[in-house]
């Protein structure tokens, strides 16, 4: 599913409340259907429902199941492949980009980061 073809749908599952929302802004001007969470076991059931096309998550998290393991989740899954998922996290080491490249995500993406980059990424996002 291409983010362009509607109005695009993300969920952002980070713990950092004060993360969420700065993402949250940096993505206002796409008008997205946005949603939050704070728990990757959490964001499961929300991926089955919610059906976003992108997810944002970041690769420490509370809760049992890391960023890493719910991507891999996300695109090993049939009825989530095709989900895009952008890795948002402090973890920038070369080893632990190299883990979210086989965890399957679409883009890695180190904090601090620019809301104007994040921004200029999902709307590429969109156009594939």
């Known amino acids: ?24 802004l940096a993505l206002d001007p796409l008008g997205a259907e946005i949603r939050e ?9 929300e991926i089955r429902s919610f059906k976003p ?4 998550l970041d690769i420490m998290l509370p809760g049992g199941i890391d960023g890493l393991q719910l991507c891999q989740a996300i695109k ?10 952008f890795l948002l996290t402090a973890k920038g080491q070369v080893a ?8 399957g995500a679409d883009q890695y993406i180190v904090k601090p980061f620019s809301p104007l980059a994040l921004l200029e990424a999902v709307q590429n996002c969109c156009r594939h």
């Open 96 to 103: 632990d980009i190299e883990a979210g490249e086989r965890a």
């Open 1 to 24: 599913m291409s983010l362009s073809a509607s109005t695009p749908r993300i969920l952002i599952v980070d713990d950092e409340s004060d993360l969420r929302f700065l993402i949250r």
């Open 53 to 56: 096309d992108l997810v944002i």
């Open 76 to 85: 090993l899954d049939p009825l989530t492949a095709a989900t895009k998922v």
């Open 37 to 45: 969470l704070e728990h990757a076991l959490d964001a499961l059931t």
